[in-house]
């Protein structure tokens, strides 16, 4: 079992920049693939951005490419999000996901393991 518990999010203004972390427990997340994903109040759940357990590969949804970086620190069991340039559209409840396997996965169905989630709020 791995346990997920994700930081960092808050309230900010837009153009502003947070930086969220997924922080593991129970297992080292070195064998896992990450995923970001968010949802926002009365919309289905969306993917964000996922990287593979060595970092070699990442993609990211279009709405954040160029703006969201994802990274991860296996030393410290923890996987990052950084968020510049943000907008309203962003607000949401962002949660970091956890899967076995080589290659990055897309879908919420395809992760084994979730956190509980941390709010993002952009004003304008």
């Known amino acids: 079992q791995v346990q997920l518990v994700e930081s960092g999010g808050g309230a900010v203004q837009a153009g502003g920049s947070l930086r969220l972390s997924c922080a593991a427990a129970?297992?080292?997340?070195?064998?896992?693939?990450m995923g970001w994903f968010r949802q926002a109040p009365g919309k289905e759940r969306e993917f964000v951005a996922t990287i593979t357990w060595s970092g070699g590969s990442i993609y990211y949804a279009d709405s954040v490419k160029g703006r969201f970086t994802i990274s991860r620190d296996n030393a410290k069991n923890t996987v990052y999000l950084q968020m510049n340039s943000l907008t309203p559209e962003d607000t949401a409840v962002y949660s970091c996901?956890?899967?076995?396997?080589?290659?990055?996965?897309?879908?919420?169905?395809?992760?084994?393991?979730w956190g509980q989630g941390t709010r993002v709020t952009v004003s304008s």
């Open positions: 996901a956890a899967a076995p396997g080589g290659r990055y996965y897309l879908e919420p169905y395809e992760y084994d393991f």
């Open positions: 129970g297992r080292s997340l070195s064998s896992y693939v």
